[in-house]
Structure formats: C-alpha cells, structure tokens
C-alpha cells in the first residue's frame, strides 16, 4: 500500500476505472501524453492507449458536448474542464443537456458523465485560474456536485462518480492536490455521493466546510482544542445533494455552527446550510450561525490572494464569536 | 504569392420547381418511383398534421408549436436517409424526420402541449429529443459520433441547424471535432431565410453557409432543399462516407420558411408578403406530386384519397394526445435521477402532501 497525494489518488482512480470497465474514457485539453497540466492523467494515455484518453480541440464547451453525446450513447466519459475559469463556456451543454436529458425524455436517457476541474486559489497561478463557483452547479436541478478534501477521499468518491448513471461536477480543490499523502488501497472501493464525512468529533462548536478549506478548520480546531473548545469538523464533499442530516446532528450536540468556504459569500452554497439550520435546527443553536468566506470580490490576482481566502485567524476569530454570544 | 488551398461550393438540383428534371442524367431515386411516391406521402401527411397543429394551437388545445411549412423535402429526406441504428439530433421543427424514424404525431403533439412523455417516443431509443437551445444538438451528434467511432460501430449521427444556428459556436465547435477526428456525423443547414425576424443576410458574411465546413475540413454542398430528390442525393452520399469512416459532411439546404417562426410570432411584421408568396412558387410539395404526375404514376384521385387518409391519421393522433392523462405531480420528481437524492425526496412528499392545498 503506497502513500499518495490527492493528484494522484485521482489519477489513480480514473486508472482503475479504465481498466475494469470499457465504456470509461477520459477526455479533456492536453489529458494525453502530456497527463494534464496537474498531472492528473499522467501516464493514462501511454498505459491505456489514444482511443481511451483523448486529446480534444480546444473548445470547452465542445468538450462538455462531446462528453454529453457519448454519455447518452452508453458511454462513461470523463471529461476534464483544465481550471475551473475555463469551465462556463460547458455551463450552457451541462445545464441545457446533461442536467435535463434523464428528465425530459422520462428516463429513456441519461447522461452518466464526470465533469473534473481543479478549482480554488492559493497556488498564485494566473487571471481567472482561482475561483471557487461550485454554487453555480449546485443550484442546478439534475446534476451531483462532488468535492474531495483528501487523497482517499477523493480516490471513493471520483470512483463513485464514474460509477453514477447521472451527471456529477467533480471539483478537485487544486491547492491541496500535494499537500500530504495519505495510504490509498487501489481496491475499487468507492465512497456514497451523499454523505458527509465528520473528520473530527467534538462537543463545542460544529465546523462545516470542504475542499481545501479543510486545511485552515482543521487546523483551527488544533488551536482550538488548545483554548480548550473542541470542534466537530464535518467535511461537506457532496456539496448536492447536501446531507443536512449529519450537519443537524452534529449542531443538535454541539449548539453552534460555523461555515467556511473559499468561495464568495452571497448566495454561496453555505448560504443554504445556514438557511437549512434556520428551518431545522434554530431550536438546537445556542448562537446565530457564522460564515467565515471569501469575499463577494473579483478573488484577486496572487499578491493578495491569501488576504480574500479564509484563514485559519478568521475561522478562530468566528468561533469566538459564537462561543461569547452563547 | 502562391496559392496553398482553394474551395468551391457546389449547388445540386435535380427537379426545378415545376417538377421537371434539370439534367439528363437524374440520381437512381428519381427513377424508384414507388419510393418517391412514398416520400411524397409523408410528406404530405407532415403537411397535414402541421396544419392541424396550427389549428389545434389557435384554439387553445396546444401549446406554442414551430410550424415545419415548406421544410418537408429537408425533414423527410434526412429522416428516410437514416437506418433506425442511426442517431438523429433534431431541432424543433423536424417533424418529417422524427415521424420517419417511428415517432408517432401524438408523441409531437404531447411534447408541444406540455407534457414530457412526448419525448419518451416510439422512435428509437438514442435518438434525441426536440432540442430548443439553438444549435447545442449539434455537439450531441458529434458526441453520439465519437462513441460510434470508438466502438467501432458502423452507425451515423444525423443533425440538423437554421441558418441562425450556423452562427453559433456550438455548431462551429461540433464541426470542428467532427473534421478533427473525423466522425461519422452529416450537419443539415436548413437555410429557411429568417431565423425569426433575422433574415439571412444579417446572419453571416459569407456566401454560402454551406462554407462554413469547408474551414472545419468537411465535404460542404449546397442543394435546392425543397427538391427531395437533390436533398436525399446529398444525404444518401454524405451517410454513405460516414459509415464507411470517411467522416463528415455539411449540407446547406436553401429553402424558405413559409410559416411564422412558431405559432407566438407574427412574421408580417417584418417580412414583404411578395416574398413569402414568391417563396410559395418553390415549396417542394408541388414539384414532386408534378413529376409524379408526368412519370404518370399520380392522379388527382390518388390525391384526394391520400388527404382523406392523412388527415384521418391526424384526427387519430388529435384523439390519441387529448386522451394523454396529465401527468401526476411526482413525475417532475421521479425522472431527475436514476436514484432520487434524500433531499429531493423530501421536496417530493411535501408537494404530494400539499398538492391540493
């Protein structure tokens, strides 16, 4: 059992689908021999062959279409957005088509595509090259919306979302793609598309987030277990659907809740949760829900890309509110 | 200065407007006369439903619906071109396609009355639903290509665009693929004129649409889209390539669209009505029941006993689609996905229990 990082716990993955079922290819901009601007396919096209890791025309949402086609047709495409700044011209194909066709033609079609996308800032890369828009897709009726934060993690749940007969975003939080390595057994096992995971337990105050943002919660829940409150940390990763009951259960216990997201705040998916712990769990909290986001700004270039992302400080500073207020 | 490339676009007619043979040496179907009398019935029966489907809309038992008038030459000639294996991507008004591939008239009556179940049609399987986003069908059918080209299947994809959507990205990118990798794919261009109130002038600089795939690498044609006989010539040679692996082609069929753009729009508003009756002069029904006339195998008998018998089938499809059960609130729930997600089935129990309050 190798230790791998999250990069190549998807490459992994995607490897251990192309081999176990022929209906699964990749496809996307420079996925071939040059393995992705990430790394992601490395290697894919030389052990796989050309017919199953497919260099594409630049043309993103043709790479959406394409996807969307052979889906219908009994394929399992999965097609790569290279960053999620590329990834609105497929808005128009995944919203109009791979959301709708399962529905419109009663289940006489379905669509079962991945759409993967490194996303999120951090690594100082280019213009448009570090935003985090995953409520643009979790406010689409017909699609899943699928976020890992860790290598194992990310190996389930990209297998499931191969494995699903419907349409699943796949957003890959690119900044912790090296972060760490973590033992990853190639066995096929994949993760449920509906679940939270708690990553912490505690008893004080529920910390909601996912994505990299794990980073920054987990480690404020060090700090904080050192200021004597101990946080649960629940890492959302299917981002639609949400599974508000693990959130409810966990803020039932602990009687607080804090959200972080990298993403902007209005209308962020963690605008929903709150909204959700408003209807369900108001009885249950001993303060007001915090958000702890990214601003609602054009996310700046990377001189000052680390002053727009949540830190750990500013999740801290949220606790404290909430534990005074309470 | 060298030149290094040069391009010409072709104009195929084989009947003129009269129904007389433009050339001596007519394509084999113009001698099948069983089968283009054939044509000539469906076409006429598309004709006839389309009228009703007008009537059916102006008194309130229909929806919107987008007329297929004057187009029954393109629709019927793609549609009769494809093997059921085939795949067809329409747009919204390609009635004589579908109902060529085995969709029933009801079936496109209960689409446009607002009801889903329409697109789960008698017609093929993997074929594809009407598609309303201009020109995004045609990514679908580059698509539906690359699976078959991957599988080694010797299967077409069949779409078709306005000249309106020959503006658009989508329709430029799916050509692009399709030359890129050469897919068995065959693009219609229906260029009826006017994409709503955009007339073709407007639309593109270039002189032909048709154009538009020599760019992409693809064997490009233009055809008197309302004369059957050059529209099936063009997509029999252009099926053909595709299944045997030479890739793709375009075809820009000229034709007008005689109706408004759907029943919502009032095209008197901004086109001459000289034009629309000048048009009127070279819509494709007439040459076809003229050369089947002159080959003597049509009479006005015949005629009449085929438009009883069209618009009897008519009446039934009428019959059948206002006999389609509304659907129940739980299908707006059950077909999003293949497993319907806890939270949705939560929205579900709460709009059946609050349905009637």
Same mark, same amino acid.
């Given at each position: ?97 791979? &959301? ?120 404020? &829940? ?90 750990? &400080? ?13 | ?60 038992? #229909? ?5 297929? /008038? ?101 329709? /430029? ?166 497993? #319907? ?17």
């Amino acid at each position: 059992m190798a230790e791998i990082t999250l990069v190549e716990a998807v490459s992994m993955a995607l490897a251990h689908e192309i081999a176990h079922d022929p209906d699964v290819v990749i496809l996307g901009e420079d996925v071939g021999i040059n393995g992705g601007v990430f790394r992601a396919t490395a290697g894919l096209q030389q052990r796989f062959g050309d017919d199953r890791v497919i260099d594409t025309p630049l043309a993103e949402a043709m790479i959406a279409g394409i996807a969307i086609g052979m889906a219908t047709q009994g394929m399992k495409p999965v097609a790569e957005a290279q960053f999620m700044g590329f990834i609105y011209p497929m808005i128009d194909q995944i919203i109009c088509h791979a &959301a709708r066709l399962r529905n419109r033609t009663r289940g006489r079609m379905s669509v079962p595509m991945v759409l993967r996308a490194p996303y999120g800032g951090g690594i100082h890369a280019p213009e448009h090259h570090s935003e985090s828009t995953e409520a643009l897709f979790a406010h689409m009726p017909g699609v899943r919306v699928v976020i890992p934060s860790s290598p194992s993690r990310a190996y389930g749940l990209l297998l499931a979302a191969i494995r699903n007969p419907d349409p699943v975003i796949f957003l890959e939080p690119k900044r912790i793609y090296r972060l760490y390595k973590e033992e990853v057994t190639d066995d096929g096992e994949d993760l449920p598309l509906d679940m939270c995971f708690v990553l912490r337990d505690g008893g004080d105050v529920t910390l909601v987030t996912w994505g990299a943002m794990t980073k920054e919660t987990l480690e404020a &829940a060090d700090a904080l277990t050192e200021q004597g409150i101990s946080a649960e940390v629940i890492d959302v990763a299917t981002i639609k659907p949400l599974d508000m009951d693990t959130i409810l259960e966990s803020v039932k216990k602990t009687g607080r809740c804090v959200i972080i997201h990298e993403a902007a705040r209005t209308c962020g998916v963690g605008a929903e949760i709150a909204a959700q712990l408003a209807e369900k769990g108001l009885y249950d909290l001993h303060a007001p829900v915090q958000r702890v986001t990214g601003y609602d700004t054009i996310m700046p270039l990377y001189k000052i890309e680390k002053k727009y992302m949540p830190s750990t &400080a500013r999740i801290l500073k949220a606790v404290n509110d909430v534990m005074e207020m309470s | 200065m060298k030149t290094i490339a040069s391009f010409e676009i072709k104009y195929y007619q084989f009947l003129d407007e009269h129904g007389k043979p433009v050339i001596e040496n007519m394509p084999a179907l113009a001698s099948d006369l069983d089968q283009l009398t054939q044509l000539y019935k469906t076409m006429t029966q598309v004709r006839i439903f389309d009228d009703k489907a007008i009537k059916l809309q102006r008194t309130g038992k #229909l929806g919107t619906y987008a007329s297929s /008038l004057g187009h029954e030459a393109i629709h019927v000639g793609m549609g009769s071109a494809m093997k059921h294996e085939d795949v067809l991507a329409p747009m919204y008004r390609e009635y004589g396609a579908m109902m060529c591939r085995g969709v029933k008239m009801s079936e496109i009556l209960t689409y446009w009355g607002g009801n889903e179940e329409g697109s789960n049609f008698s017609g093929p399987a993997h074929d594809y639903p009407i598609c309303v986003p201009i020109a995004t069908q045609c990514m679908l059918a580059s698509g539906s290509a690359m699976a078959f080209k991957l599988r080694k299947q010797p299967r077409v994809a069949v779409t078709i665009v306005g000249d309106g959507g020959s503006s658009k990205g989508d329709f /430029l990118e799916a050509l692009n693929a399709a030359g890129a990798w050469q897919l068995p794919v065959v693009f219609v261009i229906a260029n009826n004129q006017w994409a709503i109130s955009v007339p073709r002038k407007k639309q593109s600089g270039a002189q032909t649409l048709a154009q538009k795939g020599l760019a992409a690498g693809l064997p490009s044609v233009q055809v008197d889209g309302n004369d059957i006989v050059a529209v099936r010539w063009a997509m029999d040679t252009a099926i053909k390539r595709a299944r045997e692996g030479k890739g793709a082609s375009v075809i820009e069929c000229i034709t007008y669209r005689l109706s408004d753009h759907t029943t919502a729009d009032d095209a008197s508003r901004y086109r001459p009505t000289d034009e629309v009756e000048d048009a009127w002069k070279l819509e494709p029904l007439i040459r076809l029941k003229a050369y089947l006339k002159d080959q003597g195998v049509w009479s006005d008998d015949q005629q009449t006993e085929l438009e009883t018998e069209c618009a009897s089938a008519v009446e039934d499809a009428v019959t059948e689609y206002m006999n389609t059960p509304i659907p129940a609130i739980t299908e707006m729930f059950d077909h999003m996905y293949d497993e #319907l997600p806890h939270d949705l089935a939560q929205q579900r129990a709460f709009a059946l229990e609050t349905e009637n309050g």
